[in-house]
């Protein structure tokens, strides 16, 4: 495929000239390097993006608060579209040139909502949330295969009023040969709270990368993640944090289970303003490996200009405890099975975090089906 940027009659021409801009660096920009820190344990530097099967995804939505991205008016869109100083790689620059579907959600003040989105494997899914003052949303997302397509790229923003709430539901589950790049960033208002919940469980390469930038006072965030990767697969998870003001709290917990010859690298980052004093951030990394030939890095960092915080960060990676092992097959209970049970339960703490008992049940029976399978 060669890339170019396909435009409507109702586009604006500001909209028009940052898809250009965006696709000029992109097409100069090589692929990002291993060497590179942010590419750590991730090297795509061999993928050629125009040999790849690339479709537009579908995107479903059935609800009063969402419209379609290309219905809103201009202003909004262009107060909102990649608004947020984030960095952009070549992936993101293709997404911005290209995005070609999504929703825009808004949550006026005081209303509490739900909101259920679909959406199939493509290139440019786009979806921007905006949270009025004192409003509150429980948001699903969820992205699912398509009888063709070999790369996804999807950019999820949210903007939380002061006051405002968010549960973000993220599953992704798409077919084995598809490259996932996945971009997530949210900024926190005073007193907002951002709650992200996520399952990463399909793709052939899966790069999933989260921001919770926080900008006001009394902010909070918690970001609890399962990942499970087989054959050989590989996960790529970044999760970073932004304390810029004082009084916010932040929380990350992520496990991951890898087989056969999968792999894994968690980049976790904390950082924190000279301003930001009162702080509390904390990230958790967790990783099971079944099988020799599975790997996982946790890599976590943590930038601290203040010392009136408490921040800290703690990983591990290990095999399958052969005490536990023995213990439930001494009980009549097979090998595999076994695993199974070790596996559910080594999520279990992560999934009983999560504020909906119907997303527990669909997480549960997701890694439930991964683990038969496997």
Known sequence: MEFAVETTDKEPQWLIERRQGALEKFLSMQMPQEREEDWRYTDISKLDLKKLEIRKPDCRFDSQFAIPLNEISDDLLKNHFLAMDVKRDKLLLLHESMFSNGAFVRIPKGV?????????????NHTIIVLEPDSTLNFIEEYVPADKGELNTSVVEIYAGEDSAINFFSFQNLMKNVYDFSYKFALAERNARINWIFGCFGGCLSRIKMETIFNGEGASSECIGTFLGDESRHIDLTTNVYHNVPNTSNNILARGVMKDSSSAVHHGLIRIEKPAFKTASFLESHSLLLGEGASSNPIPSLIIENNDVRATHG??????DEDKMFYLTSRGISREDAERLIVEGFFDPVIRKIPLEGVQERFRNIIEKALVKG
């Open 112 to 124: 509490t909502a739900n909101v259920n989105i679909q959406s199939t494997q493509g290139l440019g």
């Open 315 to 320: 990983a591990s990676v290990g095999q399958i």
